[in-house]
């Protein structure tokens, strides 16, 4: 009897250690899952227009860098040096807003918005009998001209005083650069050369932006000096 008794408790320790131990298991399995749904969804420019914003940002400052890197000049190591910054300060940005680090995209052309009512007078010389390469006359435009038709309008990441940089526009040019969804614009001088038809800075950028987007789909460009 004292023998069948010993065994029964062996068994009933051994028992109690299994069952310990597929909870121990259960609860591992339930930990890991549940870390896995709290871990946060990264968006791509696909997803966000934010995303969309800041990787086309940092697709226009890599398509200069590989200009100046093509095509270089004196100048051409310390604006590199000054857009690499530029570049790694986009990717805290993506982070930050939950988008993939270092996406990068090329500024798109979208279909030319219409002009703001009250613009300049000429406006709409760009679409004059439907050529749009009228409008992207660059330095050869006319004051007072929509240039940069189809254009989306996104920031360099440079800080400063309100100002642009372009790759068609000479240093010293003046942009009005109006969002026509929020009806706001904003007149700057081209001061360095970028990637894109026209590039604002931080500045110039928040004095036109709708809250939490990087990127302007619907914008008119005006030559204006």
Partial sequence: MSRRRTLGTKKKIALL????????GGAFVMASTSNASQAPTVKSAADSTVCQGL??????????IDG?????DAQSAARIANREAVIAQIKVQQEASGCAAGESAQDSQA?????PAGGAGNAGAGNAGGDQNAGNAGGGAAAGQQVCNGSTV???GEGGA???????FPAGTKLKVTNLDNNKSTTVE????????????????????????????????????
Wanted: proline fraction near 4%; include cysteine.
């Fill in 162 to 168: 309100p100002a642009a940089s372009s790759n068609q």
């Fill in 68 to 72: 100046q890197k093509a095509n270089p």
């Fill in 111 to 115: 279909a030319q918005p219409s002009a």
């Fill in 55 to 64: 990787a086309t940002a940092l697709g226009n400052n890599q398509k200069f």
């Fill in 17 to 24: 250690v299994s069952a310990a131990t597929v909870a121990g």
């Fill in 190 to 225: 081209v001061t360095s050369v970028s990637g894109s038809c026209v590039l604002l800075n931080n500045a110039a950028f928040e004095q036109v932006r709708e809250a939490g987007k990087f990127l302007i789909r619907r914008a008119v460009i005006e030559k204006v000096g």
């Fill in 154 to 156: 996104t920031l360099s």
